[in-house]
T-cell receptor, first 112, second 109 residues
Framework: DTAVSQTPKYLVTQMGNDKSIKCEQNLGHDTMYWYKQDSKKFLKIMFSYNNKELIINETVPNRFSPKSPDKAHLNLHINSLELGDSAVYFC???????????FGEGSWLTVV | GENVEQHPSTLSVQEGDSAVIKCTYSDSASNYFPWYKQELGKRPQLIIDIRSNVGEKKDQRIAVTLNKTAKHFSLHITETQPEDSAVYFCAASPNQFYFGTGTSLTVIP
């Protein structure tokens, strides 16, 4: 069983479109994250939720909107996609903030 | 906030040699230091971690050392094998994770 799963794995879309990436964890963790990994492999945190509440919101354009319907799910919606949004987006979870993070398999987003 | 620097950015070693990756951090409140390995096209996965009350930890061919006074920690891989080739990330955590910029390790057969 996959501990942190995210869909879709690959996404190719045109500039200006709106897209969503879904994430679910079955580890019983309280904290979930979205990370962005660019072409240089830098891992940058975007958001973190603890028990459905936003606790970390790094400097991210407001075109990115996370939603956590419950503590096992954290989805990422992106409006008006731009070329610079092309990256790998990793969902992750941990028992609590600062504990070991477990990553999903990543969602490869390409904006053309 | 925390600032984690990681060196080198790329590292090539001959199979069987040792590899060392170094990280420094700035926030003295950081108390947890994990290392992640990311193979090409895969997710980052935890390989070893250390907490601030420990100076060294070893797991088979992998070891991590921590110097709290100097605020630096290192990953040591001995007897490297081709399957060790990957990107390695260090992180420091006072509460949230701050990742280093990654080291691309290539083990030459």
């Amino acid at each position: 069983d996959t501990a942190v799963s995210q869909t879709p794995k690959y996404l190719v879309t045109q500039m200006g479109n709106d897209k969503s990436i879904k994430c679910e964890q079955n580890l019983g963790h309280d904290t979930m994250y979205w990370y962005k990994q660019d072409s240089k492999k830098f891992l940058k945190i975007m958001f973190s939720y603890n028990n459905k509440e936003l606790i970390i919101n790094e400097t991210v354009p407001n075109r990115f909107s996370p939603k956590s319907p419950d503590k096992a799910h954290l989805n990422l919606h992106i409006n008006s996609l731009e070329l610079g949004d092309s990256a790998v987006y990793f969902c992750a979870s941990s028992q609590a903030l600062g504990n070991t993070i477990y990553f999903g398999e990543g969602s490869w987003l390409t904006v053309v | 906030g925390e600032n984690v620097e990681q060196h080198p950015s790329t590292l090539s070693v001959q199979e069987g040699d040792s590899a060392v990756i170094k990280c420094t951090y700035s926030d003295s409140a950081s108390n947890y230091f994990p290392w992640y390995k990311q193979e090409l096209g895969k997710r980052p996965q935890l390989i070893i971690d250390i907490r601030s009350n420990v100076g060294e930890k070893k797991d088979q061919r992998i070891a991590v050392t921590l110097n709290k006074t100097a605020k630096h920690f290192s990953l040591h891989i001995t007897e490297t094998q081709p399957e060790d080739s990957a990107v390695y990330f260090c992180a420091a955590s006072p509460n949230q994770f701050y990742f280093g910029t990654g080291t691309s390790l290539t083990v030459i057969p």
